[in-house]
């Protein structure tokens, strides 16, 4: 259905024009009586058997929505029953900013892709709580954070931490995004003293909350394999919680789109089929190299339950979807639990 009829209609639309089109069609129609309940049914798909445990939350199932769909935490009540375990809202910065400017965001439909130069466009941190105050879901939420363009790389400590404190209260967890690749040498940040500081930081702050949340943080596929070693030093020194794998890359080997349309777009974070490959070796390196010792989230290319299985093979405890979301529908997420039940019981 979505695939015959509903992927053709958003797909005539600019993509970023489509995406608040089909985000204002869901808030609407959720808004009919009987409707939410009538989706749920359609979509959701529970076992206490896809239940999961990990950094001290209980996660519904494995299959969550990625950072940047619901930047601004508007419409994951709505998302929550399409059946996903769990949503990451953000990228939210300290102060709103519009981002880069439009268009910014292009299909590859011949490479099942996306390529994106939002540049972390959202109202704020202080503008999201009042929306995470309306939960009316029980699934976990995430929050993903980052600094704001016009704060220099220098001040970058001071604009996380004034998200942590100010969403402490209204997430579920956190995640550190230095691995933007829109956002003005932000990927700088995922240099180790940097980071040892950032996170030894918010480790800190988090002993002195009521309730301590999980920190991970979410790495480039674009590391190498040194880089990858020193994130598994970070995660051993400072002992976060966990990392999320991959965001999108920067790189454009092996696309069939034509030469010129990629050159036309230029900069950007590719997402979706092309990037399935990387982002499973890149949590393959993680787990192996670091004997399992840390939660890995999985995400970058998953479109089927098999794509899912082979993250979660390579290592990942959980998955995430935002593109293959986009090209394959909400059924997706149902299809991905089925398999993982059926396969691991
Ligand atoms: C349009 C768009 C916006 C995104 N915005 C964010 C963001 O704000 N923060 C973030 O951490 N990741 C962001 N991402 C990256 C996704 O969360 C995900 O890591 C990446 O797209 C790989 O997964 P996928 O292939 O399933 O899309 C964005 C991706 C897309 C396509």
Redesign the pocket.
């Known amino acids: 259905m979505y695939k015959l009829f509903i992927k053709p209609l958003f797909f005539l639309m600019p ?2 024009r489509a ?1 608040y089109f089909a985000t204002g069609c869901l808030t609407f129609l959720s808004s009919i009586p009987g409707f939410p309940a009538l989706i749920r049914s359609i979509y959701s798909f529970n076992h206490q058997k896809l239940e999961r445990e990990l950094f001290g939350l209980t996660f519904k199932n494995p299959v969550g929505l ?4 619901d ?1 601004d935490a508007r419409w994951f009540n709505q998302l929550a029953n399409l059946g996903f375990g769990f949503i ?1 809202i ?2 939210l910065t300290p102060k709103a900013q519009i981002g880069n400017p439009q268009p910014r ?1 292009f299909r590859i439909t011949e490479d099942n ?2 390529i ?1 130069q ?1 540049g ?1 466009n ?1 109202l704020g941190a202080e503008d999201a709580i009042k929306r995470l105050k309306n939960r009316k879901t029980n699934i976990i939420i995430g929050g ?1 954070i ?1 600094k704001n363009t016009a704060t220099s790389n220098d001040d970058a400590l001071t604009d996380y931490i004034f998200n942590f404190n100010t969403l402490h209260d209204y997430v579920d967890y956190f ?1 550190v ?1 230095v ?2 690749p ?1 956002v003005k040498d932000l990927t700088k940040l995922q240099d180790t003293p940097f980071l040892l500081n950032l996170l030894g930081d918010l480790k800190h702050i988090n002993t002195t909350k009521d309730k301590p949340k999980p920190i991970l943080l ?1 790495i480039a596929p674009d590391l190498n394999n040194s880089q990858l070693d020193e994130v598994i030093e970070i995660v051993a020194q400072t002992k976060i919680d966990g990392i ?1 794998a ?3 890359t920067t790189s454009r080997e092996n696309l069939k789109t034509d030469n010129k349309t990629i050159t036309k777009i230029a900069n950007g ?1 590719l ?3 092309p ?2 490959h990387r ?1 499973t070796e890149v949590i393959k390196y993680l787990a192996e190299k670091s004997n399992k010792a840390f939660p890995i989230i999985g ?4 479109y089927s339950p098999e794509d899912a299985i082979e993250k979660l093979e390579a290592g990942a405890d959980l998955v ?7 090209y394959e529908g909400p059924g997706l997420i149902k299809k991905i639990n089925k398999a993982i039940l059926e396969k691991y019981g």
Do not use: D, R, W
């Open positions: 993509p970023e995406h990625a950072a940047g769909f930047k990451e953000g990228t965001l892709g996306l994106n939002m972390f959202n993903n980052g995640v995004n691995s933007c829109n979410k999320i991959t965001n999108t974070g997402s979706g089929k990037l399935t982002s995400v970058g290319g998953i995430q979807i935002y593109t293959g979301f986009i």
